[in-house]
């Protein structure tokens, strides 16, 4: 007979030893994105850190991930987001917004009637050299990097716990 304490013991376990983004169950109504900044840790264009990042639901029905990669020399600036957080203020989206990367569109109109001389300001949006948007839609958490471990570590892990309560 176990003492009484063991079911609570096993339920605190599971819970601490299970990673934060598992929590999301997948069946929710949209699409589950990574957000974040290249200049926060563990944002980088390849070396994405999962934990730090839950993953925010997408606000539109028909939404798709987004992994902005702007690049200018050695500088690399990666956003992910929603399409539709990036479409209030971004002006240079693809029309092509298929699974893939493509790069920007170039807007003519942006900064027209702007005399300004002051570099930094960027009015006319060129400081980067190469920018490219890489669309998904097909899986929750897909803007993510190349490959994302934590569900096999947390498999691992429950089976060791498993193996040394018994």
Same mark, same amino acid.
């Given at each position: 007979?176990?003492?009484?304490?063991?079911?609570?013991?096993?339920?605190?376990?599971?819970?601490?030893?299970?990673?934060?983004?598992?929590?999301?169950?997948?069946?929710?109504?949209?699409?589950?994105?990574?957000?974040?900044?290249?200049?926060?840790?563990?944002?980088? %264009?390849?070396?994405?850190?999962?934990?730090?990042?839950?993953?925010?639901?997408?606000? *539109?029905?028909?939404? /798709?991930? +987004? #992994? !902005?990669?702007?690049?200018?020399?050695?500088?690399?600036?990666?956003?992910?987001?929603?399409?539709?957080?990036? %479409?209030?203020?971004?002006?240079?989206?693809?029309?092509?917004?298929?699974?893939?990367? *493509?790069?920007?569109? /170039?807007? +003519? #109109? !942006?900064?027209?009637?702007?005399?300004?001389?002051?570099?930094?300001?960027?009015?006319?949006?060129?400081?980067?050299?190469?920018?490219?948007?890489?669309?998904?839609?097909?899986?929750?958490?897909?803007?993510?990097?190349?490959?994302?471990?934590?569900?096999?570590?947390?498999?691992?892990?429950?089976?060791?716990?498993?193996?040394?309560?018994?």
């Amino acid at each position: 007979m176990l003492p009484p304490t063991t079911p609570l013991i096993v339920a605190t376990a599971i819970l601490l030893a299970v990673p934060a983004i598992s929590f999301k169950t997948g069946l929710e109504d949209g699409l589950i994105c990574n957000v974040c900044v290249g200049t926060h840790p563990g944002c980088g %264009e390849t070396g994405f850190d999962y934990r730090w990042y839950w993953g925010k639901m997408c606000p *539109r029905y028909n939404d /798709k991930c +987004v #992994k !902005l990669i702007e690049k200018k020399g050695a500088e690399v600036m990666v956003t992910r987001d929603c399409l539709s957080n990036l %479409e209030a203020f971004r002006t240079d989206i693809p029309a092509d917004k298929y699974e893939g990367c *493509r790069s920007a569109s /170039k807007d +003519v #109109k !942006l900064g027209q009637h702007v005399f300004n001389k002051i570099e930094e300001l960027d009015v006319y949006r060129n400081h980067y050299d190469n920018t490219t948007y890489c669309f998904c839609d097909f899986d929750h958490w897909c803007n993510g990097a190349h490959h994302m471990m934590g569900t096999g570590w947390v498999v691992v892990g429950f089976a060791i716990f498993l193996a040394i309560l018994h």
